[in-house]
Protein backbone atom coordinates (compact mmCIF):
# COMPACT_ATOMS: atom_id res chain seq x y z
CA UNK A 1 0.00 0.00 0.00
CA UNK A 2 2.63 2.31 0.77
CA UNK A 3 4.65 1.47 -2.43
CA UNK A 4 1.30 2.10 -4.73
CA UNK A 5 -1.04 4.33 -2.71
CA UNK A 6 -3.47 3.71 -6.08
CA UNK A 7 -3.26 0.41 -5.84
CA UNK A 8 -7.16 -0.87 -6.40
CA UNK A 9 -8.76 -3.37 -3.97
CA UNK A 10 -9.16 -6.25 -6.37
CA UNK A 11 -5.04 -5.80 -7.33
CA UNK A 12 -4.56 -6.00 -3.59
CA UNK A 13 -7.12 -9.29 -2.85
CA UNK A 14 -5.48 -11.13 -5.90
CA UNK A 15 -2.02 -10.00 -4.56
CA UNK A 16 -2.14 -11.64 -1.34
CA UNK A 17 -4.87 -14.24 -2.00
CA UNK A 18 -7.85 -13.84 0.10
CA UNK A 19 -10.96 -14.23 -0.49
CA UNK A 20 -12.64 -11.69 2.25
CA UNK A 21 -13.09 -8.27 2.38
CA UNK A 22 -10.13 -6.49 1.81
CA UNK A 23 -12.09 -2.85 1.68
CA UNK A 24 -12.88 -3.69 5.18
CA UNK A 25 -9.85 -4.31 6.19
CA UNK A 26 -8.35 -1.08 5.02
CA UNK A 27 -11.65 1.29 6.28
CA UNK A 28 -12.27 -0.46 9.57
CA UNK A 29 -9.54 -2.39 11.00
CA UNK A 30 -6.55 0.03 9.50
CA UNK A 31 -8.86 3.44 9.49
CA UNK A 32 -7.81 4.40 5.75
CA UNK A 33 -9.84 6.32 2.97
CA UNK A 34 -10.13 6.39 -0.74
CA UNK A 35 -9.79 9.77 -1.71
CA UNK A 36 -9.77 11.18 -4.89
CA UNK A 37 -7.20 13.79 -5.71
CA UNK A 38 -7.53 17.72 -5.51
CA UNK A 39 -7.06 19.48 -9.11
CA UNK A 40 -5.63 22.59 -9.79
CA UNK A 41 -5.36 24.48 -12.28
CA UNK A 42 -1.56 25.08 -12.24
CA UNK A 43 1.42 24.01 -10.30
CA UNK A 44 2.51 26.91 -8.54
CA UNK A 45 6.19 27.32 -6.97
CA UNK A 46 7.65 28.04 -3.50
CA UNK A 47 7.46 31.62 -3.98
CA UNK A 48 4.05 31.96 -5.40
CA UNK A 49 2.69 29.97 -2.80
CA UNK A 50 4.31 32.29 0.03
CA UNK A 51 3.14 35.55 -1.97
CA UNK A 52 -0.49 33.98 -1.76
CA UNK A 53 -0.28 33.13 2.20
CA UNK A 54 1.04 36.69 2.74
CA UNK A 55 -1.78 38.14 0.50
CA UNK A 56 -4.05 36.08 2.82
CA UNK A 57 -2.70 37.10 5.91
CA UNK A 58 -2.91 40.61 5.23
CA UNK A 59 -6.43 40.67 3.85
CA UNK A 60 -7.27 38.93 7.43
CA UNK A 61 -5.48 41.23 9.74
CA UNK A 62 -6.77 44.29 7.21
CA UNK A 63 -10.64 43.02 7.83
CA UNK A 64 -9.63 42.66 11.91
CA UNK A 65 -8.72 46.20 11.72
CA UNK A 66 -11.90 48.02 9.76
CA UNK A 67 -15.15 46.13 9.98
CA UNK A 68 -16.27 47.56 6.60
CA UNK A 69 -13.32 45.84 4.77
CA UNK A 70 -14.99 43.22 3.26
CA UNK A 71 -17.67 45.59 1.95
CA UNK A 72 -14.74 47.22 -0.22
CA UNK A 73 -14.14 44.18 -1.94
CA UNK A 74 -15.09 44.35 -5.85
CA UNK A 75 -14.97 40.90 -7.88
CA UNK A 76 -16.06 40.02 -11.41
CA UNK A 77 -16.84 37.02 -13.26
CA UNK A 78 -17.98 36.16 -16.88
CA UNK A 79 -20.28 33.55 -17.92
CA UNK A 80 -21.94 32.72 -21.53
CA UNK A 81 -24.99 34.12 -22.81
CA UNK A 82 -26.48 31.99 -25.96
CA UNK A 83 -28.76 33.98 -27.99
CA UNK A 84 -32.00 31.82 -28.28
CA UNK A 85 -34.63 31.30 -25.67
CA UNK A 86 -35.39 27.44 -24.83
CA UNK A 87 -39.20 26.91 -23.79
CA UNK A 88 -40.55 23.63 -21.91
CA UNK A 89 -43.05 21.69 -23.59
CA UNK A 90 -45.22 22.71 -20.16
CA UNK A 91 -44.65 26.67 -21.19
CA UNK A 92 -45.62 26.73 -25.29
CA UNK A 93 -49.06 24.60 -24.24
CA UNK A 94 -52.49 26.41 -25.03
CA UNK A 95 -55.83 25.48 -25.00
CA UNK A 96 -57.46 24.28 -28.64
CA UNK A 97 -60.57 23.27 -29.79
CA UNK A 98 -61.23 19.73 -31.23
CA UNK A 99 -61.93 21.23 -35.00
CA UNK A 100 -58.31 23.36 -34.19
CA UNK A 101 -55.45 22.38 -36.36
CA UNK A 102 -52.63 21.22 -34.43
CA UNK A 103 -49.79 23.97 -33.59
CA UNK A 104 -45.91 22.53 -34.54
CA UNK A 105 -42.99 23.85 -32.30
CA UNK A 106 -39.44 23.60 -33.83
CA UNK A 107 -36.40 22.92 -32.01
CA UNK A 108 -34.57 26.24 -31.59
CA UNK A 109 -30.79 25.92 -33.11
CA UNK A 110 -28.54 26.17 -30.11
CA UNK A 111 -25.61 27.88 -32.51
CA UNK A 112 -27.98 31.18 -33.08
CA UNK A 113 -25.02 32.79 -31.41
CA UNK A 114 -23.37 33.78 -27.93
CA UNK A 115 -22.21 36.76 -26.18
CA UNK A 116 -19.92 36.96 -22.89
CA UNK A 117 -21.35 38.42 -19.89
CA UNK A 118 -19.23 40.41 -17.94
CA UNK A 119 -20.32 41.42 -14.24
CA UNK A 120 -18.96 42.59 -11.27
CA UNK A 121 -20.38 42.23 -7.45
CA UNK A 122 -19.53 44.02 -4.35
CA UNK A 123 -20.94 42.47 -1.08
CA UNK A 124 -24.51 43.80 -1.76
CA UNK A 125 -25.15 43.53 -5.80
CA UNK A 126 -24.17 43.73 -9.04
CA UNK A 127 -22.49 46.91 -9.47
CA UNK A 128 -22.20 46.78 -13.51
CA UNK A 129 -22.59 44.32 -16.37
CA UNK A 130 -21.86 44.35 -19.97
CA UNK A 131 -22.47 42.20 -23.19
CA UNK A 132 -19.34 41.60 -25.17
CA UNK A 133 -19.85 40.33 -28.36
CA UNK A 134 -18.91 37.15 -29.91
CA UNK A 135 -15.86 37.29 -31.23
CA UNK A 136 -14.46 40.15 -29.18
CA UNK A 137 -11.43 39.06 -27.65
CA UNK A 138 -11.44 39.50 -23.99
CA UNK A 139 -7.85 40.78 -22.30
CA UNK A 140 -6.29 43.42 -20.37
CA UNK A 141 -7.33 46.55 -22.43
CA UNK A 142 -11.22 45.49 -22.80
CA UNK A 143 -10.92 45.18 -18.86
CA UNK A 144 -9.49 48.54 -18.68
CA UNK A 145 -12.23 50.18 -20.52
CA UNK A 146 -15.24 48.28 -18.92
CA UNK A 147 -13.32 49.85 -15.67
CA UNK A 148 -12.93 52.93 -17.41
Not at 42 to 53: I, N, T, Y
Not at 56 to 78: N, P, W, Y
Not at 83 to 97: F, G, I, M, V
Request: charged share 30%; hydrophobic share 35%.
Amino acid sequence: MRADRRITIDAIASELGILWSVHSILHDDLNMHHICLHMVPKMLSPEQKEARVNMCRDSIDMADEDDSFLKKIVTGDETWCFLYDPQTKRQSSEWKAKTSLRKEKFRLDKNRGKVMLEFFLDYDSVIHYEFIPEGQTVNKELYLEILK
